[in-house]
């Protein structure tokens, strides 16, 4: 019987990570209650609320947007230094330009 409830067990751990991985990126990145966070006007710390944001990276950010202006696109945000695709999909999802 205690073999049994362990297969039993296995196969809903297996099952729950197939129906996780089946998510959309966005829908396992951001839960819906997460707030967006406007690249154009955000703060240091509002940005360092983003997922993988510490303070050097908010700083570069901030400082990117200091030397040449607003952000135009999400995108741009791959021209920060250290920002690479893997970072910037992660963070796209609660990311905002709003107005600039």
């Not at 019987?1 to 990145?29: D, F, H, N, Q, Y």
């Not at 819906?32 to 570069?60: C, F, H, W």
């Not at 945000?77 to 609660?94: A, D, H, M, S, W």
């Amino acid at each position: 019987m205690k073999r049994t409830k362990v297969r039993t067990l296995g196969a809903i751990v297996i099952l729950a990570l197939i129906a996780w991985a089946a998510l959309p990126p966005s829908a396992a990145a951001a839960a819906p209650d997460d707030k967006a966070v406007n690249i154009n006007s955000a703060g240091l710390d509002e940005l360092m609320s983003l997922p993988g944001i510490g303070k050097a990276y908010a700083e570069r950010i901030i400082e990117y947007r200091e030397k040449n202006g607003p952000f135009k696109k999400l995108e741009d945000l791959l021209n920060v230094r250290g920002i690479g695709e893997k970072t910037f999909q992660k963070l796209k999802p609660r990311l905002t330009l709003g107005k600039s």
